[in-house]
């Protein structure tokens, strides 16, 4: 099989387009493909509604790339707050945008449009066969995974740690896996990490070899069914005035955009609708991200079926603990998180840390994994600190 | 396996045992290994250390602290916070002269923190690798194996709210565990009158090895030189190759830390390994971890890389 190459339409003139991206839309035998329509320095992107992959569009110095993974970062690119806080508001961007202003995600059935010298395409992915396997996400099936995993790794717990400790809960290895696995699905996804799903997802896709293609049915039809990250007051409460006055304006040009499509004016509202258009769409996106870094390729049926999710418990291991880590972002927290106007000192984190644990309703798990990951991107994910000087600095495992 | 000496920016003469590669010349040797001993020790523990990377391929350097073992300096106590690293500087400078290629960097215990100080204050230009061995970063309480007495005090100091669990030490782990004169030590904190009295006191470890001449007094400057409470921001500054070691019963350190440090403090692109050895604690692994290091640099010989 060969490695997949997008389908590219030259159009002569800019009339000719509109025409064109319609016979696109309508064409079935284009719903699994890329399509790109190209006019003079014009660009149109569009994903099939059953195209498998996961493709990130990437512009700079008037060149396009478009990428199957997340694109590199360089210091010409700026990260984008606004779309920080509605992750924090929402768990999605209402949008195609990243958090990095030069950096889409591209997304079926939503044109993305781009006026460039010139365009490449960098994949090393195939649309694969047969190869299907149906995944049970019930949480006996992340558990047994993670067990099997840990009998296998260098790091297999030793008994003598849990001398003394009080709860059963202290050393579960799958709070720890799940901590420790929080960088890299927040890189791969391109994302904060917003819901402990996507981490789950990411050590199944990672256990399963022999599978090409993977059929995932999950329950999309409401964030909340999916998302657990869904407190303006949370978020609010971590900025400081400057960031509260910012997030206040984000909040009002939202509601004004739904006033003008007649809707009710509550953010949960908007919540709902931006689901539907974007939402759900970019969650697909992230989950096929974390699917291509082991070589899946994920495909999604709708489904009642809800993932079970593992919630951390307030006591655990110190050091992935994450109710006691997301209070040390206090002392440790990067300067380009800072400068997104977060401001959590003891006083602070600890009256959310003990909302958050009061009041069940209230996914901790989630507003904790969110703001420790965004901190990891702006420290190492971030445009002016991505790029390392030297040789023989890359990863070799 | 030579005594030879260096002499610091003050004129202090500081000593290192050299263990020169037995394919290198006198005037070049491609990669050196300086290895920084734990805090109390000189280098004659880590001799083992050094034969095993020595039969690899690479030259190893293993310093004594100013003030411990062969080197010249007050006992237990430095000038100035700094003035590790500045004999750091001092003796990359010295390596370099007398023809290293490529240094890695690095050392077990507070030795490895030490090095860690290095790259805080002068950056990786110089060198090209870091190795820290169980590297105890001990300001911290969520890094530490075990809780000590008092810690509630501290932990609501630092969150807010009540701690809700508690490890407590073990035996193995007390033979270990300082003695601290608090008010000896708050004193030094507020006043620069207290900074080189004598704060710290270490246990006695076991029977001394012949001419072993340990230091178990130090002064806060000396214990400031290599503590950190931002361990964060200190190991974003590494951006050269690096190794993170420690024994899974490690008696001081939670061994998850080394994890925890490469997932979500050290730089993606970097080559950077997390290694736990089984069956080893604080001191027992040391010779394991020789082995781990040997592995790597030998990597770097140019006759393995034109190999490979």
């Known amino acids: 099989m060969d490695i997949y190459q997008p389908i590219v339409i030259n159009c002569r003139s800019l009339n000719e387009v509109s025409s064109k991206q319609s016979q696109v839309e309508k064409d079935a035998s284009l719903f699994q493909e890329l399509v790109i329509i ?24 008037n060149q396009l790339q478009l990428s199957t993974h997340a694109p590199m970062l360089t210091k010409s690119m700026s990260i984008n707050t606004s779309a920080i806080d509605e992750i924090a508001l929402f768990g999605f961007i209402s949008s195609t945008d990243t958090y990095v202003n030069q950096i889409s ?14 365009f490449t395409v960098s994949n090393n992915l195939e649309i694969p066969g047969n190869s299907v396997k149906d995944v049970a996400l019930d949480q006996s099936f992340t558990r047994n995974l993670i067990d099997q995993q840990l009998t296998s790794q260098e790091w297999e717990q030793n008994t003598d740690s849990k ?25 791969t996804m391109f994302s904060p990490v917003s819901s402990t799903i996507q981490p789950q997802l990411s050590l199944i896709f990672e256990s399963i070899a022999q599978a090409s293609r993977i059929e995932l049915a999950l329950d999309f039809s409401t964030p909340d069914k999916f998302l657990g990250i869904n407190s303006s007051s949370l978020w609010q409460r971590s900025l400081d005035n400057q960031g509260k006055l910012r997030v206040s304006k984000l909040t009002k040009k939202l509601k004004r955009k739904l006033k003008q499509k007649g809707q009710p004016n509550t953010l949960q509202d908007l919540r709902l609708s931006a689901w539907q258009d974007f939402g759900r769409l970019q969650v697909q996106h992230q989950i096929r991200c974390l699917g291509q870094t082991h070589g899946h390729i994920i495909t999604f049926f709708d489904s009642d079926q809800k993932m079970a999710t593992h919630d951390h418990q307030a006591i655990s291991q110190p050091l992935t603990n994450l109710l006691e880590s997301f209070q040390r972002l206090f002392y440790y927290g990067s300067n380009f998180f800072k400068e997104l106007n977060i401001f959590i000192p003891p006083s602070i984190s600890s009256s959310i840390v003990k909302k958050l644990t009061k009041n069940q309703s209230i996914h901790h798990s989630e507003f904790c994994m969110f703001m420790l ?25 | 396996m030579n005594t030879e000496y260096f002499t610091a920016k003050d004129s202090t003469r500081l000593a290192y045992k050299w263990f020169p590669a037995q394919q290198a010349t006198s005037v070049k040797f491609d990669v050196v290994l300086v290895c920084l001993h734990g805090a109390t020790m000189n280098n004659l523990r880590y001799v083992a250390l050094a034969r095993i990377c020595q039969s690899k391929g690479i030259s190893v350097c293993l310093p004594d602290w100013r003030g411990h073992g ?44 030490v090095a860690l100080g290095y790259i805080d204050q002068s950056g990786c230009a ?28 501290q932990y609501y100091a630092r969150y807010l709210r009540k701690k809700k669990y508690h490890r407590p030490l073990s035996e193995a782990a007390a033979k270990y565990l300082p003695q ?129």
């Open chain 2, 180 to 308: 601290i004169h608090l008010f000896k030590y708050w004193a030094a904190t507020l006043t620069p009158f207290f900074k080189h009295s004598m704060v710290m006191q270490f246990p006695e470890m076991g029977p001394s090895l012949p001419n072993d001449k340990r230091v178990y007094e130090y002064s806060y400057t000396l214990i400031e030189a290599y503590t950190t409470s931002q361990y964060p921001s200190m190991l974003e500054k590494i951006t050269v190759p690096c190794r993170f070691i420690i024994g899974e019963q490690d008696e001081v350190t939670d061994a998850n830390l080394v994890h925890h440090i490469r997932n979500w403090y050290i730089h993606p692109r970097l080559d950077c390994h997390s290694i736990v050895l089984a069956r080893s604690n604080h001191m027992s692994v040391i010779m394991p971890a020789a082995y781990a290091i040997a592995n790597w640099l030998s990597q770097w010989l140019p006759e393995n890389q034109e190999a490979a």
């Open chain 2, 70 to 113: 062969e080197s010249q300096g007050k006992s237990g106590d430095l000038d100035y916070k700094g003035q590790l690293q500045d004999d750091l500087q001092d003796l990359v400078l010295h390596l370099k002269t007398k023809g290293a290629l490529k240094i890695v960097l690095g050392g077990h215990s507070a030795g490895s923190l």
């Open chain 1, 38 to 61: 190209k006019t003079g320095q014009h660009i149109h992107i569009w994903q099939g509604k059953d195209h498998p992959f996961a493709w990130f569009a990437s512009e700079e110095n």
């Open chain 1, 163 to 187: 001398v003394g400790i009080e709860s059963d809960n202290f050393n579960d290895p799958i709070e720890q896996t799940i901590f420790q696995q929080l960088p890299q699905v927040a890189r």
């Open chain 2, 126 to 153: 110089e060198i090209n690798g870091y190795v820290a061995i169980s590297p105890p970063l001990s300001k911290t309480n969520e890094t530490s194996r075990f809780d000590y007495k008092g810690d509630q005090a």
């Open chain 1, 373 to 397: 990951t965004l901190d990891y991107l702006m420290r190492f994910n971030h445009p002016h600190t991505y790029s390392l000087t030297g040789d023989n600095h890359e990863r070799s495992n």
């Open chain 1, 105 to 118: 995600r591209v997304i079926p059935e939503r044109w993305l449009s781009y006026q460039v010298d010139s």
